[in-house]
């Protein structure tokens, strides 16, 4: 399993040296967009609108955006020490409390936690205590450049980082619209609905839920694979012109242009024989 973090969980004078892991993966089917008229995968560029051609990775600096069109620019330097500075900070659990005080809007996702080098001992005695208790762990800790709030809790024999969102990041509920009062409810129509809720209560099972669209989506390709019904796209017809080809192709262009739109020089009049006799006889 991949190693995405490694630092140390503290509580108290105990250091727990430990590994994170991903608990969860997305299998969303990921479906790719093609150009309807010849099957070949849409590019999206990365294209600055004053100067209009398109930017590499390295001309691209980060900001944040205070007022419309108004911008704090952050260099990375900047970044990278503040995120190393947060990342040397342990893990430390400030506090102790029941898993069923926090509600599950809180939740986001799930870390395995493996003990480090060392950290055997010490990594039992913190998955003992939880146990025992019943309680988990409040704790800070930085992820992708984001300090975390989570939780340290047991699942099965694993000791489980679950990262929680901060109170000013769950949305008030009184700004949802639309929500009814309380209404006045027939005591039938209340007996009714608690007697369907009891018939259809049973024990958890995550096993018998599956994602029946994935499943009917990924038949639906393999049935097309089989059939042949698959595309690929032609090869370009000629090879995509370079920023000096674009630019000797201006050129020669604008030579043109300037050739055929140059007025051409007015020739003398040459005079005939048969006029300059015809002057000679007059005098």
């Not at 050129?251 to 005079?271: E, G, M, T, V, Y």
Request: proline content about 6%.
């Amino acid at each position: 399993m991949h190693t995405m973090w490694k630092g140390t969980i503290s509580f108290g004078l105990v250091n727990i040296p430990v590994k994170m892991h991903a608990a969860t993966e997305n299998k969303d089917v990921k479906l790719r967009q093609l150009h309807k008229e010849c099957k070949s995968p849409v590019k999206y560029e990365k294209v600055c609108p004053v100067c209009e051609r398109e930017i590499e990775n390295d001309e691209i600096v980060k900001a944040y955006e205070y007022a419309k069109n108004k911008f704090v620019v952050l260099d990375e330097e900047d970044l990278e020490a503040l995120k190393k500075e947060q990342e040397d900070r342990a893990v430390e659990i400030v506090d102790f409390v029941k898993l069923d005080e926090i509600d599950p809007i809180y939740f986001e996702k799930s870390y395995y936690l493996s003990p480090n080098e060392g950290g055997g001992k010490a990594y039992s005695l913190l998955r003992s205590a939880l146990k025992d208790t019943g309680k988990i762990g409040v704790a800070k800790m930085m992820i992708r450049s984001k300090e975390q709030l989570a939780v340290i809790r047991v699942y099965e024999n694993v000791l489980v980082a679950e990262t929680i969102h901060f109170p000013d990041e769950v949305r008030n509920v009184q700004d949802v619209p639309n929500v009814p009062e309380e209404a006045k409810i027939g005591e039938k129509e209340l007996e009714t609905a608690k007697m369907l809720i009891e018939q259809l209560t049973a024990e958890f099972d995550p096993e018998k839920y599956k994602d029946e669209y994935r499943t009917a989506l990924l038949d639906l390709i393999e049935d097309k694979k089989n059939n042949e019904e698959t595309t690929t796209p032609a090869p370009a017809d000629k090879p995509v012109p370079d920023n000096v080809t674009n630019l000797m192709d201006a050129l020669q262009a604008s030579l043109d242009r300037a050739k055929k739109d140059k007025p051409k020089p007015r020739q003398p009049k040459r005079k005939t024989k048969t006029v300059a006799k015809k002057k000679k006889a007059t005098s």
